[in-house]
Nanobody, 126 residues
Framework: EIQLIESGGGSVQSGGSLRLSCAVY????????MGWFRQAPGKEREGVAA????????LYAASVKGRFTISVDNAERTVYLEMNNLKSEDTGKYYC???????????????????WGEGTQVTVSS
């Protein structure tokens, strides 16, 4: 069974940091490109960062570039999202997702991701 399990969410003050982890299970081969997404109450889910196998092909949303870092540990099949200088607008539920195809480029488009975790809550207070 394919599972993506997020962890590391929590409550921090503005300017603080958090590190999210996404452990991937069940893929016979590579899960392909992976991404982090977030959804605030009343808003659509939006892409935050994406990375493809190898860890060098990376894409960030403009709103987080320079503050967030996505990385992947292929051996442990874990994807991380290091979040620094957090702002109140970063508040939301953060989801990990996998495309499930071996080839591809990083994308922040939710439609291309076939596998999703259940999310972890991040709350930033000002």
């Amino acid at each position: 069974e394919i599972q993506l399990i997020e962890s590391g969410g929590g409550s921090v003050q503005s300017g603080g940091s958090l590190r999210l982890s996404c452990a991937v299970y069940g893929f016979t081969y590579s899960p392909g490109c992976m991404g982090w997404f977030r959804q605030a109450p009343g808003k659509e889910r939006e892409g935050v960062a994406a990375v493809c196998p190898g860890g060098e092909d990376i894409l960030y949303a403009a709103s987080v570039k320079g503050r967030f870092t996505i990385s992947v540990d292929n051996a442990e099949r874990t994807v991380y999202l290091e979040m620094n200088n957090l702002k109140s607008e970063d508040t939301g539920k953060y989801y990990c997702a996998a495309v499930g195809l071996i080839n591809g480029r990083p994308s922040l488009n939710t439609a291309i991701y076939n596998f999703w975790g259940e999310g972890t809550q991040v709350t930033v207070s000002s």
